[in-house]
């Protein structure tokens, strides 16, 4: 990272005292220590947005497969863009590397911000403003998706903003970016952004209603600008992960009652009582309440850390801070220990384990590339560390990248693609995901081997498949036996 001159350490201090620079220094430090020891953590869609990245870069167009046609893959529409110029010449972990370097960057200078901004609510007492950036900084879910190479850290990053902006129009506009990066997250935006309005409470009822209204669609205008592009590009509004992952609300509430103890800062704000005496930190608790809601609604996500709630988790360590002004010191004692509780006992139960994940991912894209090299088409559930690992085209079983296998039945893992449509892609080499490994550690068993995801398990199970696809080799994936079985087509008879 850079350094930071002498002069401009001094200026610093010049425009702030002493004990500003000191928060400031403790919000950086909750942010940007435990994001380090996360470092390692990632998921395959980043490398998804990556792939996008490099083609918009290499003047290729928005598409996946460089020759493919234009799809809407990546549901963050405006993250390729901001990704295209670390991505010119670059290989794929490298533009993932850079990727994570800008997320740690940005969560650490908006964190640095909310330390300081901690100092300034000086009616709460410091060890409660303490507590509130020392549960931040245990908030595994945080830590990591601020380095994972997504746009959650660039999310997280204005939503925080967003609350501790003095302005209630800018409060607005920084929602509303969030919601392009995360579309979920509209409702947030929209009622943080009357919230706020309502919280300052200054003008007249006529007046606040107008002002509410004009903030609401701030909000809500970069939201409507992705569906209006998203709608003339490619014909639909909505993203095209919404058709490929369809939603289950009873997966989506229990993600979210999962993800409202994990990210630890919601712990803090239970108390009822104090929020009737905090407007603004009422206003930012309920827009919380509203990616719950939206959370249920869209049926949870499959990532690990609750990632659907990082976004808004700290916002509510501010929003502790403002309630720590007004609630009884025990109550808030009482709070801080219980969430201090929670995110020690999930660290010390394996929570940072996830911080493994990229270099085995890396050690598996490196053994695949030369598997790969001469592939033209590779067919995948997982297809970011495939995209990765060649610059063949990639079927994609999961329709992530692909509307018309979107458009078939089944969830994100259970898309009905059978043998003879997948043979109709003319895929020459396809992966199939085995988490306990081969049966004896024999190649030649791979059509027995335990394949938990539907997509694979139907297609492994097909007699037809064998006779169209031969075992080619077995690729690792971390230390703990899972790995990949690579097929490779049968050379096809003449004539058929």
Known sequence: MPRIGHGAVSLLRARAPAPAVAWAALGAIAAVVPACWMWGFTVDDALIAVRYARHLAAGLGWRFDAHGPSTDGVTPLPWPVL??????????LVVLGRA???????????????????????????????????TLALSVPVAAYAVSGMETALATSLATAAVMARRPRATALLAGLAATLR?????????????????????????????????????????????????????????????????????????????????????????????????????IVLAAAAQVAAVMVVGGDWMPYARLMVPVAPSLAWAAVLVAEHAHPLATAARS?????????????????????????????????????????????????????????????????????????????S???????????????????????LPGGRLEAWAGAWYPRVVEA???????????????????LGARGAGYVLLRARPRRQGS
């Open 83 to 92: 990704l295209a110029p670390l991505a010119r010449a670059a290989d794929a």
């Open 100 to 134: 994570k370097a800008v997320g740690l960057m940005a969560w650490g200078a908006v964190a640095a911000a909310l330390g300081a901004a901690a100092w300034r609510a000086d009616r709460a007492p410091a060890w409660a403003r303490g507590a509130a950036l020392s």
């Open 183 to 283: 579309p979920e997250m509209a409702p947030w935006a929209c009622v943080l952004a009357a919230g706020i309005v309502i919280a300052g409470g200054r003008t007249t009822p006529a007046s606040r209603a107008r002002e509410v209204a004009a903030a609401v669609a701030l909000a809500l205008g970069p939201f409507v600008a992705c569906a209006l592009v998203r709608a003339v590009v490619w014909g639909r509004p909505a993203p095209l992960a919404v058709m490929a992952k369809p939603s289950d609300l009873a997966h989506g509430v229990a993600y979210a009652g999962a993800a409202c103890v994990v990210t630890l800062t919601p712990l803090l704000v239970l108390a009822p009582w104090a929020l009737r005496r905090a407007p603004r930190a009422l206003a």
């Open 337 to 413: 220990a219980v969430a201090l509780a929670v995110g020690v006992v999930l660290v010390a139960r394996g929570g940072t384990e996830g911080r493994h994940v990229g270099a085995d991912r890396a050690a598996l894209v490196a053994r695949a590339r030369p598997l790969l090299g001469a592939a033209r088409r590779v067919a995948a559930l997982d297809v970011g560390w495939v995209s990765a690992a060649t610059d063949a085209d990639v079927v994609d079983l999961a329709g992530l990248t692909d509307p018309e296998i979107a458009a078939l039945p089944g969830g994100h893992t």
């Open 415 to 437: 898309k009905r693609v059978d043998v003879m449509f997948l043979l109709s892609r003319r895929p020459d080499a396809l992966l199939l995901y085995a988490p306990a490994g």
């Open 458 to 476: 139907r297609l492994a199970r097909d007699p037809v498949l064998a006779r169209h696809f031969a075992p080619a080799a077995w690729i690792p």
